[in-house]
C-alpha cells in the first residue's frame, strides 16, 4: 500500500500561480509514477500531468505550457506548480501514484484530492 497526503491548492485569482505537493509514503518501491488528476464539477477526472521515476513527464495538452511538475525522490514527494491560471483550472485536484507496465496502468492509489478555485 502506498499513502498520498497532498497539501497546497486553495484560492487564486485568474493569472496567479499555486503550487500541490504530495507526499507518498509506504510500499514506495511499488510504484514507477505519480501525478495529478483533476475532476471539476460536472466533468470526468482527467489527467494533468505524470512524472516517472526516471523523471519523463507526460503534460495534457490543456497545461502544457502553463504547469510544471517536479518531483525529489529523496523524500518521495512531488510538486505542481501552476502558472496563469484560469477559472478553467477551478476542480479538485487529486495526487496519483501508480505501476506502469505495457503502456497501462496496473495499479494505483489516490489521494483525498485538493480543492483549487481560480476567480475571475
Known amino acids: 500500500q502506498v499513502q498520498l497526503v497532498e497539501s497546497g491548492g486553495g484560492l487564486a485569482q485568474t493569472g496567479g500561480s499555486l503550487r500541490l505537493s504530495c507526499a507518498a509514503s509506504g510500499n514506495i518501491d511499488s510504484i514507477n509514477a505519480m501525478g495529478w488528476y483533476r475532476q471539476a464539477p460536472g466533468k470526468r477526472r482527467e489527467l494533468v500531468t505524470m512524472?516517472?521515476?526516471?523523471?519523463?513527464?507526460y503534460y495534457a495538452d490543456s497545461v502544457k505550457v502553463r504547469f510544471k511538475i517536479s518531483r525529489n525522490n529523496a523524500n518521495n514527494t512531488v510538486h505542481l506548480q501552476m502558472n496563469s491560471l484560469g477559472p478553467e483550472d477551478t476542480a479538485v485536484y487529486y495526487c496519483?501514484?501508480?505501476?506502469?507496465?505495457?503502456?497501462?496502468?496496473?495499479?494505483?492509489?489516490w489521494g483525498q484530492g485538493t480543492q483549487v478555485t481560480v476567480s475571475s
Open positions: 512524472i516517472t521515476n526516471g523523471g519523463s513527464a
Open positions: 496519483n501514484a501508480a505501476y506502469f507496465w505495457g503502456g497501462a496502468v496496473k495499479y494505483d492509489y
